[in-house]
């Protein structure tokens, strides 16, 4: 799962294999005895990989990432519905490329100031973290205005850059503290709780300028890899466990389920280079004949929020930008077909060209990931109905990857993690990581097979690459980009998938959790006996 994740990274958070919805409960079962004596008289228990390091810019595992969040806290996060929570800062504000932050008045867990400079010196270690460097790249510099003001200059203007604040804040050069023994230890953070001694649990941050916590001390069990982690939530010895349900596969655990809403775009994606999909009617009728809603519940069981359009629904900057219809709309798919000359159907209830052959295109899947290979069959049902045959190419994930770059596809199903700025540049823009088979422009008419769909009739206005960099040109709203997307249909949004948090039942206060922090409100935990 390590390597998986980090390859994904490396693609630029593209190719893998949203607050707190309505939870479910659990069955529920005994704890196994044999983990019952690393509680040390916790009352909540976590689980680490000791292997691993806490500095946030360097652990590698996903249980250390996660408590990382609390140890260290970043300028801003962001809640259910991507709007910025500020935290260290007091305020950010952006005015062309740049943007200036002014910070709180807090310690560092050793009592330290927390300063201007503290907040460059963690900038720079971002920039060139694994973890975090993609999305500051379009950071250029940063100065110090005074201890509680900075600016940063950005190489293009973006309207919500400030939702890509949310890395971690480190005291200047704590990061090379080591032992007497000449082992690196953990940075100092200005955190909810910090590292006891011996590093295996989670002490509260008595000095915490966002007020103090219920849980004093929160134990760790050392869980190095996913069998252990999953023996260990599964055995009823967490309280309460975090996954991004990339593998649709969730651990079981005693308890609670709830839903966290994620920034990963599932789509449908078009070679518009084919002679049949560069034709936006057809694209038109691909997208009205897809029940979004179906796909959200029978592919991924409800961890998933039917698309409206390119952007996160439950983000609030584009409401009412968005129009795209959850369910299918069987009617309006074949008004699309007709209009283009697909009145003809074969005695399979397929539609036929002028030359009497089908509309027949393959559809490209992960095999590797289930969830995937569902949505996809599901595709092919929901398309027949119309009238266009989609047969199914599964194939393992390094050969889905090559016909991808190679442009070996007709259409391909796809998950895209967005940063938080909500950019879509990767998409359409020319040269982004995922913009495979998506034409910077319209398709010049030119003459066609006798198999192929007739000449678009109506020229599109804007395209989608055109608005996303007029957008950071100034040129282009919001609503501009939503639009453009809708009418040329360069993809086809599906769903934005969920993660999973889980916690015990004895957790008394209901976890607020978003994608920046799934421990938002853990200052209000308490747990009954």
Request: aromatic share 8%; with cysteine.
């Amino acid at each position: 799962m390590k390597a998986l994740r980090f390859l994904s990274l490396m693609l630029a958070f593209c190719l893998l294999l949203g607050g707190c919805g309505g939870g479910d409960q659990q069955g529920e079962t005994e704890p196994d005895a044999s983990v019952s004596d690393q509680s040390g008289g916790y009352n909540m228990q976590l689980i680490f990989d000791q292997t691993d390091s806490f500095n946030p810019f360097l652990a590698e595992s996903k249980q250390n990432r996660e408590l990382c969040l609390l140890l260290f806290d970043p300028l801003i996060t962001l809640d259910q519905n991507f709007s910025p929570v500020y935290k260290i800062a007091e305020s950010a504000t952006l005015g062309g490329k740049t943007c200036t932050i002014k910070l709180k008045t807090i310690n560092f867990s050793d009592g330290s100031a927390l300063t201007s400079a503290d907040v460059l010196y963690s900038l720079g270690l971002a920039k060139e973290s694994e973890n975090y460097k993609l999305k500051l790249s379009n950071v250029a510099a940063g100065s110090a205005v005074d201890s509680k003001t900075l600016v940063i200059t950005l190489e293009k203007a973006d309207p919500y850059f400030i939702n890509l604040l949310d890395f971690p804040i480190i005291k200047s050069g704590s990061d090379t503290l080591k032992s007497i023994d000449n082992i690196p230890l953990p940075p100092i953070g200005c955190g909810r709780y910090t590292l006891n001694e011996t590093q295996n649990g989670l002490v509260a941050n008595e000095g915490y300028y966002g007020g103090a916590m219920n849980i004093k001390k929160i134990g760790l069990i050392n869980a190095p890899d996913a069998e252990s982690a999953e023996h260990y939530i599964s055995a009823g010895a967490v309280s309460v466990c975090y996954d991004d349900y990339s593998d649709s596969s969730v651990p079981r655990m005693s308890g609670i389920k709830k839903t966290v809403p994620l920034n990963n775009l599932v789509y449908l994606g078009i070679n518009m280079k084919n002679t049949f999909l560069r034709d936006k009617y057809l694209r038109y009728a691909i997208s009205s004949a897809i029940n979004r809603e179906a796909i959200t519940e029978d592919g991924y069981y409800g961890n998933a929020t039917p698309a409206k359009g390119p952007f996160n629904p439950l983000w609030k900057e584009a409401e009412g930008f968005q129009t795209l219809q959850i369910q299918n709309n069987n009617k309006i798919a074949i008004e699309n077909l007709e209009k283009i000359g697909y009145n003809s159907i074969d005695n399979e209830g397929y539609r036929l060209t002028s030359s009497g052959k089908r509309i027949s295109l393959s559809l490209l899947v992960n095999s590797d990931n289930s969830a995937r290979v569902a949505v996809g069959n599901a595709i092919v049902k929901q398309l027949a109905a119309v009238g266009i045959e989609v047969k199914l190419k599964a194939v393992p994930y390094a050969e889905y990857l090559s016909l991808l770059k190679s442009g070996s596809f007709e259409l391909y199903l796809a998950e895209v993690r967005l940063l938080n700025n909500m950019d879509l540049s990767q998409l359409v823009v020319s040269g982004g990581s995922m913009n495979f088979g998506v034409s910077s422009k319209e398709p010049v008419s030119d003459d066609l097979s006798d198999n192929a769909a007739p000449a678009d009739p109506d020229g599109i206005n804007l395209t989608a690459a055109s608005a996303v960099s007029g957008f950071y040109a100034g040129k282009y709203t919001l609503g501009d980009v939503a639009a453009a997307f809708i009418s040329e249909m360069p993809i086809v949004p599906l769903c934005y998938r969920s993660g999973v948090i889980m916690f015990t039942h004895k957790l008394s206060a209901e976890p607020i959790c978003s994608e920046s922090d799934i421990f938002s409100n853990i200052s209000d935990y308490s747990f009954n006996n």
